[in-house]
């Protein structure tokens, strides 16, 4: 399986971005999902999380109530809608996959998708 992590970009504070994490060479169905984001000079932070059944989520204190993943697996893509986005929101975000939920909120992924940029910046 091949993640495609896609949406990043310039916003200003207050703004909203919507992350697109895609497979390809197979499907997601199995896997639970999660997006991570590393800031420059800064250790890799888990975001959110999602089970493959959707029954579970979970997200870092400090996007809770502003961060929402949701996955398609019908589109194999998994999404991480921002709102109310803050400067220190501003990382590279990579989506990766496990089969094994509580192992990847501790960062043991099978697969890693490529980052993409999220800059909050007025």
């Known amino acids: 399986v091949q993640l495609q992590a896609s949406g990043g970009g310039l916003v200003q504070p207050e703004g909203s971005l919507r992350l697109s994490c895609a497979a390809s060479?197979?499907?997601?169905?199995?896997?639970?999902i999660g997006w991570f984001r590393q800031a420059p000079g800064k250790e890799r932070e888990g975001v959110s999380f999602?089970?493959?059944?959707?029954?579970?989520?979970s997200y870092a204190d400090s996007v809770k109530d502003r961060f929402t993943i949701t996955r398609d697996d019908a589109k194999s893509t998994v999404y991480l809608q921002m709102n109310s986005l803050k400067p220190e929101d501003t990382a590279v975000y990579y989506c990766a996959a496990s089969k094994l939920y509580w192992g990847l909120r501790d960062g043991r992924a099978m697969y890693w998708g490529q980052g993409t940029q999220v800059t909050v910046s007025s």
């Open positions: 999602i089970s493959s059944t959707e029954s579970t989520t």
């Open positions: 060479g197979g499907t997601l169905d199995s896997y639970a």
